[in-house]
């Protein structure tokens, strides 16, 4: 089955102390992102790659870290979590031009930071 | 920039009925694509339905269909038959078609309750 696996689900963490939130997609997909989803804001994205090991800031690229090693892998990295990151997230991907067809986006992180 | 503007928060409709969801979009470009995405409360996102601008026809799914006014920059989305399971957050956004355009742009959300 065509998908974005995200890990983990559910995740509560401590103030500064580093974790990972992985993606993978098994569609060959060139293009994936990561976006937070807060109430009343909608969803903001966060970091993008284009390809292997090119990636670029989005819109709140602040405190988070992103790495493309793998074509089907895209891992958001926080290095120093803080409440403020307290957030739905998604990754997403997308066959070819960028955005243009629309992501498929994995079933979401939801990350609590005390 | 580009913002996308939801101005309903919340709306409920009659199961069988027709309910309407708003979009308005500020955009200078003349080439770009719109997507209405669904969140249910398994909060998956699901791609609804996709209009490309420079297609005057409006794009259709099945009960889903959107009103597309590209000179008001107007997007609207039509439920036909609601039916239980449409109930869900529903988030209209904008994709620059240019090189590049790597982000969607989304609106804050209209919540949707469909009423038995």
């Known amino acids: 089955e065509a998908q974005v696996t995200q890990n983990p689900r559910y995740l509560i963490t401590v103030t500064g102390k580093k974790l990972t939130v992985t993606c993978s997609q098994n569609?060959?997909?060139?293009?994936m992102s990561w976006y937070r989803q807060d109430p009343g804001l909608g969803l903001r994205q966060i970091y993008y790659?284009?390809?292997?090991?090119?990636?670029d800031k989005g819109d709140v690229p602040e405190g988070y870290k992103v790495s493309r090693k793998e074509k089907r892998n895209f891992p958001l990295i926080l290095e120093s979590p803080s409440p403020n990151q307290t957030s739905l997230y998604f990754c997403?991907?997308?066959?070819?031009?960028?955005?243009?067809?629309?992501?498929?986006f994995g079933s979401g992180t939801r990350l609590t930071v005390v | 920039a580009q913002t996308v503007t939801q101005s309903q928060p919340e709306m409920s409709v009659q199961e069988a009925e027709t309910v309407t969801l708003s979009c308005t979009y500020d955009t200078s470009e003349s080439d770009y694509y719109l997507f209405w995405y669904k969140q249910p409360p398994s909060r998956q996102m699901i791609l609804v339905i996709r209009?490309?601008?420079?297609?005057?026809q409006n794009a259709t799914e099945n009960r889903f269909s959107v009103n597309f006014q590209k000179a008001a920059k107007s997007f609207s989305l039509k439920i036909s038959d609601s039916q239980l399971g449409d109930a869900a957050m529903y988030f209209c956004?904008?994709?620059?078609?240019?090189?590049?355009?790597?982000?969607?742009?989304f609106g804050k959300g209209t919540k949707l309750s469909v009423i038995p």
């Open positions: 956004a904008y994709s620059y078609s240019g090189a590049g355009s790597y982000q969607l742009t």
């Open positions: 569609m060959n997909h060139e293009y």
């Open positions: 209009q490309e601008a420079y297609k005057q």
């Open positions: 997403a991907s997308s066959l070819s031009g960028g955005a243009n067809y629309g992501y498929t």
């Open positions: 790659s284009m390809n292997v090991e090119v990636t």
